[in-house]
């Protein structure tokens, strides 16, 4: 890849993986320290990407350095955790995007980055497969779990009122 690809590139994708990366670490200053070091991964292996992988590297990249991240920066504990699900609020919410966003932090891991690429950014089982290290067939049955979790999550009227 030569340096007017890479420029295109962190033109092309930097967008995209910033919502990735935010969406899943729900700090905006974490997911640019994210995008920036995935990038600067792609640069000291620029002459091993050839520019039309370069998407699926970033990405690739991105996810892994968001995991590493998580996995340095646990900020709760199991304990919290289960008190949060324990209370009921009474604040109504009214915005959907409020709550799909509860929805979503519900989730493991790995099953918001997948719900994300596959129904956020449109990627194909095989793209987001290749992205996250697992074949398409258990992307389509980690997607198929996630989805259902988030369905019976917002059925319950005390989630999303």
């Known amino acids: 890849m030569t340096e007017k690809e890479y420029n295109k590139c962190v033109d092309l994708y930097s967008d995209n ?5 935010v969406k899943n670490l729900e700090h905006a200053e974490d997911a640019r320290d994210v995008v920036q070091n995935s990038f600067e991964i792609l640069w000291k292996h620029c002459q091993d990407v050839p520019f039309e992988k370069a998407k699926s590297y970033l990405f690739t990249v991105g996810y892994h350095n968001m995991i590493d991240h998580v996995r340095k ?3 709760i504990t199991l304990v919290d955790q289960f008190k949060d699900e324990e209370k009921i609020s009474e604040h109504k919410v009214h915005n959907a995007k409020e709550v799909i966003e509860k929805a979503l932090s519900k989730l493991s891991e790995v099953q918001r980055s997948l719900v994300l ?3 956020y950014e449109g990627y194909t089982y095989e793209e987001i497969g290749e992205m996250m290290d697992l074949n398409p067939s258990q ?5 198929h779990r996630a989805r259902i979790h988030l369905k019976n999550y917002l059925v319950k009227m005390e989630n999303v009122i």
């Open 139 to 143: 992307v389509k049955v980690y997607l």
């Open 17 to 21: 993986l910033f919502r990735f990366i």
């Open 73 to 75: 920066i646990k900020r």
């Open 117 to 119: 690429l596959k129904d």
